[in-house]
């Protein structure tokens, strides 16, 4: 039974790497929304911004603020500002890449699914 156990867990692994690999789509499709979920929305719910209200992620406040191009949210989201902390030590170039890119996306989308 212990043997048989762990042969299914083996194989659930397998196939498990086996999507995730043949798949990339399908694996970070979801990670902007993994991302900031994980990192920006305890200040950012839906685009908002629950400590300074004019610095929220909402298209026109990005214009604004000059932080509507992916260049200049990988800067802000890397360096962080004011409020705002640096994430270069808690995410990777490519998450940072990923999450800014989410944000414009939303922000063209006005944070609407």
Sequence with gaps: MKI???WLLSIIL???VF???SHPALASQDSGVAIFEANCAGCHPKGG???RRGKNLKQRALKRNHVDTVENVIS???QGKNNMPAYEERLNSQQIEIVSNYV???AAKNWRN
């Design 49 to 51: 911004n629950i400590i």
């Design 76 to 78: 802000l989201v890397t």
């Design 4 to 6: 048989l156990r762990q």
């Design 19 to 21: 999507l995730f690999i």
């Design 104 to 106: 414009l996306e939303q």
């Design 14 to 16: 397998i196939i498990s």
